[in-house]
């Protein structure tokens, strides 16, 4: 398999995570020390507070729901190091994120180092 192949791997865990309720399974993919910028803009430091933040969000208006991922972009900055931007609709209410992420390969495997999600405005001229 390609670190590419890898790399995609790490959204297909989320995916199943996410499908599930399962806010650890969803966070597993993410660094101890990740940042991550949720698209409120809050800013969670490390694996933890993805996977509490991740616990709310399953136990509200998204329970039920999935990602669906949709890669834009998974690029080798470096040995070891991948800059990923992909979009994720979140099923079937209808919400899409837009994410640009590093991931870095430790101790052998792959993970989700910096993480900034947002929410993209609709394009000028047209009705949200």
Do not use: C, K, Y
């Not at 865990?13 to 940042?35: C, I, K, L, N, Q």
């Not at 729901?65 to 990923?84: E, I, S, Y």
């Amino acid at each position: 398999m390609s670190d590419d192949d890898l790399v995609r791997g790490l959204w297909s865990t989320m995916a199943e995570g996410w499908a599930a309720g399962d806010a650890a399974r969803f966070a597993a993919v993410f660094g101890p020390d990740v940042d991550f910028v949720t698209v409120r803009g809050e800013d969670l430091r490390g694996r933890a507070a993805v996977e509490e933040v991740h616990a709310r969000l399953f136990a509200s208006a998204f329970r039920d729901t999935r990602l669906v991922p949709n890669f834009l972009l998974v690029r080798p900055l470096a040995d070891g190091v991948h800059l990923v931007h992909v979009t994720t609709g979140i099923v079937p209410l209808g919400v899409l994120t837009h994410a640009q992420a590093v991931v870095t390969r430790r101790d052998g495997g792959w993970e989700i180092t910096a993480f900034h999600n947002m929410i993209p405005n609709a394009p000028r001229g047209t009705t949200p």
